[in-house]
Each structure stands twice: as structure tokens, then as C-alpha cells.
């Protein structure tokens, strides 16, 4: 099984949206593994926008990131990676397709509500860099016996 983080941003909390998201991610059969509200300063912000410390954005893409708390979560399943990505939609919720999470409630580039990890690799160091190991559980969930086949598990 693969693990991928997943943010919910401060948009996410003032438009009550956090149950709306984290419903999707359950009926779409992934398990939660990890999940806490923090809220970031500014070392971790820079780490995790590193890519992006150059771009015109990237100040009030920090300053919305600590205006509330997140809801940072980790979720396992098979190829969790791709398949939350998927369920996320492109960067701006204006053109993500609908169906997504940002298509059908995001109308924003910058406000689009949710991070998640783009590859295998960084979702390893992003769960490092947001969650202690003994805030991660591993537990035995009785519904992978009918979300997944007797050959995928
Ligand atoms: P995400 O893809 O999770 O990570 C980078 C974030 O920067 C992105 O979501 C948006 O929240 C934000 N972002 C990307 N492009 C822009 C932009 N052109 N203007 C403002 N914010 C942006």
C-alpha cells in the first residue's frame, strides 16, 4: 500500500468544506492513517514551497497558508498517490475537470483548497515533514476486504 499527504487548506476550514473532502476520500475506499490540525510557520512553508520561492505568488501564497489552522491528513491505499491526485483536479478550479474536488468546489488558482503529494518520492518527505512517527497508525481496517480483490492485496 502507498501513503499520500493531503492538506486541506485555510479555505477549506472558513468554507466548511473539511467533511465534504474527507467524505470523498473515505467512499473512494482510502484509509486514513494520520490526521491533525497545525498551523504553519514560516520555515515549514518555505521547505514545502521551496519550488516555488521565486514566483510572484509565492508571499500571499505563505501569508493564506498560516491565515488558519490546516487539516493535514495522510491516506494509504493502492496507488493512493495517483489516485488522490486524480480526485484533486488541476491547480486552478476554474478549468480542473468536474468531478474533481477543485472542479466541483474550488473556483480559484490560488484558493483551490486542497495539497496533495505529486509522486511517490514526495509524498514520502512530505509525510516526514508534517507528521511525527508516532502520529501515524498503522491499523487493521476490516473494510479492505471489500474495497480491494483476494490478488491486489
Ligand atoms: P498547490 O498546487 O497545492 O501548490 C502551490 C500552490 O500555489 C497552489 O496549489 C496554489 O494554491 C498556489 N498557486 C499556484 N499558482 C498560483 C498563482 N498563479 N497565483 C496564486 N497562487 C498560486
Known sequence: MQRTVVLLKPDTIQRGLIGEIIGRLEKKGLKLVAMKMM???DSILDEHYA???DKPF???LKKFMMSAPLVCMLWEG???VDVVRKM???TNGRVADLGSIRGDLSNSQSN???HVSDSAESAQIEETRFFEK???FDWKRLADEAVYGEDEK
Open 39 to 41: 498551523i504553519c510557520g
Open 51 to 53: 519550488h516555488h520561492k
Open 58 to 60: 509565492f508571499a500571499s
Open 78 to 80: 493502492l496507488d493512493a
Open 88 to 90: 484533486t483536479g488541476a
Open 112 to 114: 483551490n483548497l486542497i
Open 134 to 136: 508516532g502520529e501515524v
